[in-house]
């Protein structure tokens, strides 16, 4: 379920009820799971049909264990934006990830093959962080629109940036 939301940017001024939680969207995260158990039960049957390429049983049991990997996050990520920055938790709550948006250089959408989009961010220089080429992809879909979650994640960035005062709505 895509939800939308209008960051109701005014006079530079942003005006959303923070903090914003927003869900990993469980059927992205299904889908993907669905790929990948796929993808192992055809490497397996393929190395059964042809025994003596052995890099199929590896490519089968790397799956297999990705497939278990996705398995743990079977709640749904989360994703908390603030005023300081945002937070990810992951699905088994031993995930948590902390970004602060004075560390975060720009943030925009990037796509990939078969349709995917996914918000992309680069750390500043002076950070500290890892910069690497093309920046850091947020490991979800969340329920909000790709599109429209890198846009308030960028005008959250940018409201630091200026200084600009947060208007939250109550």
């Known amino acids: 379920m895509h939800t939308s939301l209008d960051p109701a940017l005014n006079d530079g001024e942003i005006a959303v009820e923070l903090p914003l939680t927003l869900q990993a969207s469980l059927s992205h995260h299904r889908r993907m799971m669905l790929a990948i158990c796929v993808f192992a039960l055809l490497s397996a049957l393929m190395y059964l049909l042809i025994p003596h390429w052995g890099w199929l049983a590896g490519s089968a049991v790397l799956l297999s264990l990705a497939a ?15 005023e300081t920055g945002f937070r990810i938790t992951g699905g088994n709550k031993r995930m948590q990830r902390d970004t602060r948006w004075k560390d975060i250089e720009r943030i925009g959408v990037i796509h990939l093959g078969m349709g995917q989009t996914y918000v992309c961010y680069q750390h500043t220089k002076d950070s500290g962080k890892s910069r690497p080429p093309g920046g850091l992809m947020l490991p979800f879909v969340f329920t909000l629109p790709v599109e429209e979650l890198a846009a308030l994640m960028e005008a959250l960035r940018q409201a630091v940036h200026d200084d600009t005062q947060f208007h939250t709505q109550n």
Do not use: E, F
């Not at 278990?68 to 990520?77: E, F, H, I, Q, V």
């Open 68 to 82: 278990l990997t996705s398995w743990a996050y079977r709640t749904p990520p989360q994703i908390q934006l603030d």
